[in-house]
Structures are given as structure tokens and as C-alpha cells.
């Protein structure tokens, strides 16, 4: 088999990857007590999940993420932030790994990101700042842009 039909090969391998990566970060969404949005993240290295996340209030807080005018409350952890913070708590690097996320990361979370160690970031739907995206990019972390289609 030539060069070009290998890497085309491990092309079509790691999007059915990824595309299965993003479904389980979707199904973890769903854990959220967020109304107003339902943020997940998978971290994946070596091919196996080493930390999930979704976006929530820290640990001992009551569940509610929004006040009474539907804004967030400042203490509400991203997803990508819960994952990160998960994995520190583990044995297990970010060193290398792949985040699976379900929007692309603020501009906070990308520096956390990048101080784990994670090499590569696939998000599903655009956050409403590019900026993190942005910073990742400038620090060679490789982006993919993933939409995930409910027939993949």
C-alpha cells in the first residue's frame, strides 16, 4: 500500500475517533445542571479517556448554575476547567493528550490547557469569543473544528 493511501487511511480512522470522542463529550453534556448551556469534555490520550469534565458549580455548591436573571454565576467551572482539574487530582499527564469538548474554550480556559499539556483540542460548536482558540493556535496546539452530525 502506498504513503497516501496509509495516511488517508489513519485519516478516516482518527475522524471515526474523534466523531466518537465528541458523542461521549455530548452524552456528558447532559450531566449538567446548567440551563442555559450544557458544556462536556472528554480528555483522551493514548487512546483511553484519562478525565471528563462538564461545565457545574465546584463540589459542596448547591446545583443551580444561573440566578434569577438567567446570568451564570461567577463560580461556575467550565467543562475543559473540570476535566483539567479532575486529571491534576489523578495520577494520569495531560502531557500529549486530546481534549474532546463540545464548545471551543474561553480565553481562561485555553491557558489552563496549555499549561496541562495537551497537544490537541477537538471542539464541536464555536464559543462566542475566538480568542482562546486563537492563543491555542499561536502555541502549536493542533485545533479541529468538528461538527458532529447526528448520522456519523
Given at each position: 500500500?502506498?504513503?497516501?493511501?496509509?495516511?488517508?487511511?489513519?485519516?478516516?480512522?482518527?475522524?471515526?475517533?474523534?466523531?466518537a470522542?465528541?458523542?461521549?463529550?455530548?452524552e456528558?453534556?447532559?450531566?449538567?445542571?446548567?440551563?442555559?448551556?450544557?458544556?462536556?469534555?472528554?480528555?483522551?490520550?493514548?487512546g483511553?479517556?484519562?478525565?471528563?469534565?462538564?461545565?457545574?458549580?465546584?463540589?459542596?455548591?448547591d446545583?443551580?448554575?444561573?440566578?434569577?436573571?438567567?446570568?451564570?454565576?461567577?463560580?461556575?467551572?467550565?467543562?475543559?476547567?473540570?476535566?483539567?482539574?479532575?486529571?491534576?487530582?489523578?495520577?494520569?499527564?495531560?502531557?500529549?493528550?486530546?481534549?474532546?469538548?463540545?464548545?471551543?474554550?474561553?480565553?481562561?480556559?485555553?491557558?489552563?490547557?496549555?499549561?496541562?499539556?495537551?497537544?490537541?483540542?477537538?471542539?464541536?460548536?464555536?464559543?462566542?469569543?475566538?480568542?482562546?482558540?486563537?492563543?491555542?493556535?499561536?502555541?502549536?496546539i493542533?485545533?479541529?473544528?468538528?461538527?458532529?452530525?447526528?448520522?456519523?
Amino acid at each position: 500500500m502506498d504513503k497516501n493511501a496509509l495516511t488517508y487511511e489513519n485519516h478516516v480512522k482518527q475522524r471515526r475517533y474523534d466523531v466518537a470522542y465528541l458523542k461521549m463529550a455530548i452524552e456528558w453534556a447532559k450531566l449538567s445542571h446548567c440551563t442555559r448551556k450544557q458544556v462536556g469534555a472528554i480528555i483522551v490520550k493514548n487512546g483511553m479517556i484519562i478525565s471528563d469534565g462538564y461545565n457545574g458549580t465546584p463540589s459542596g455548591f448547591d446545583n443551580c448554575c444561573e440566578n434569577e436573571s438567567n446570568e451564570t454565576h461567577w463560580y461556575v467551572l467550565h467543562a475543559e476547567a473540570n476535566a483539567i482539574l479532575k486529571l491534576a487530582k489523578s495520577t494520569n499527564s495531560g502531557e500529549g493528550a486530546t481534549l474532546y469538548i463540545t464548545l471551543s474554550p474561553c480565553k481562561d480556559c485555553s491557558k489552563l490547557i496549555l499549561q496541562s499539556g495537551i497537544k490537541r483540542v477537538v471542539y464541536m460548536n464555536a464559543y462566542k469569543d475566538d480568542e482562546g482558540i486563537a492563543f491555542l493556535s499561536k502555541s502549536d496546539i493542533q485545533i479541529t473544528h468538528l461538527p458532529v452530525l447526528e448520522n456519523e
